[in-house]
T-cell receptor
Framework: LAKTTQPISMDSYEGQEVNITCSHNNIATNDYITWYQQFPSQGPRFIIQGYKTKVTNEVASLFIPADRKSSTLSLPRVSLSDTAVYYCLVAPGSARQLTFGSGTQLTVLP | EPEVTQTPSHQVTQMGQEVILRCVPISNHLYFYWYRQILGQKVEFLVSFYNNEISEKSEIFDDQFSVERPDGSNFTLKIRSTKLEDSAMYFC?????????????FGPGTRLTVL
């Protein structure tokens, strides 16, 4: 399993763009990068998944450089309700056993 | 948008008692999972279930735990004789398993408190 490293915490202000970077130096050829969001006492919520280059959906963008050794989750114009823990997971696309790390605690300030 | 549901939201039990946590996965999904998260700790995988049998399980999922799909919609986790250390949030998840990437969608969780 590829080990991931992401910041323990980040602060931002409402309306700003937030970028959370995850390092995964030993990512395997068949691994995908998936980001989840978790609010206190709630289940992880899928945000976005990608394999290479850039993926965008209605919630976020995911930037993956050519070497795939890192990835950046970009949240445009965050609000207070985006305060949550964000997890970067690297695993084969059909992985059954997801391994969550400690994630990044994002705090959005008014 | 379809979602995974779980009941109850909070379960309090005495040590040694049996508990059953219930989940209704997303209707066209074929793979089902249980995870747990002890307060302040990481989300941990317990078990995955496909085609009416366990496909993977972690070391946590010992003989005290069992899973079942009793009908076409429910998926249950049973803890036979609860211990204090079983106190945690338990999350059910499901995925489509149609090949390629297979995103897991999580339910809101059941908070289990063992006294």
């Amino acid at each position: 399993l590829a080990k991931t490293t992401q910041p323990i915490s980040m602060d931002s202000y409402e309306g700003q763009e937030v970028n959370i970077t995850c390092s995964h130096n030993n990512i395997a050829t068949n691994d995908y990068i998936t980001w989840y969001q978790q609010f206190p006492s709630q289940g992880p919520r899928f945000i976005i998944q990608g394999y290479k280059t850039k993926v965008t959906n209605e919630v976020a963008s995911l930037f993956i450089p050519a070497d795939r050794k890192s990835s950046t989750l970009s949240l445009p114009r965050v609000s207070l309700s985006d305060t949550a823990v964000y997890y970067c997971l690297v695993a084969p696309g059909s992985a059954r056993q997801l391994t969550f790390g400690s994630g990044t605690q994002l705090t959005v300030l008014p | 948008e379809p979602e995974v549901t779980q009941t109850p939201s909070h379960q309090v039990t005495q040590m040694g008692q049996e508990v059953i946590l219930r989940c209704v996965p997303i209707s066209n999904h074929l793979y089902f999972y249980w995870y747990r998260q002890i307060l302040g700790q990481k989300v941990e995988f317990l078990v995955s279930f496909y085609n009416n049998e366990i496909s993977e399980k972690s070391e946590i999922f010992d003989d005290q735990f069992s899973v079942e799909r009793p009908d076409g919609s429910n998926f249950t986790l049973k803890i036979r004789s609860t211990k204090l250390e079983d106190s945690a949030m338990y999350f059910c998840a499901s995925s489509e398993s149609r090949g390629g990437t297979d995103t897991q969608y999580f339910g809101p969780g059941t908070r289990l408190t063992v006294l």
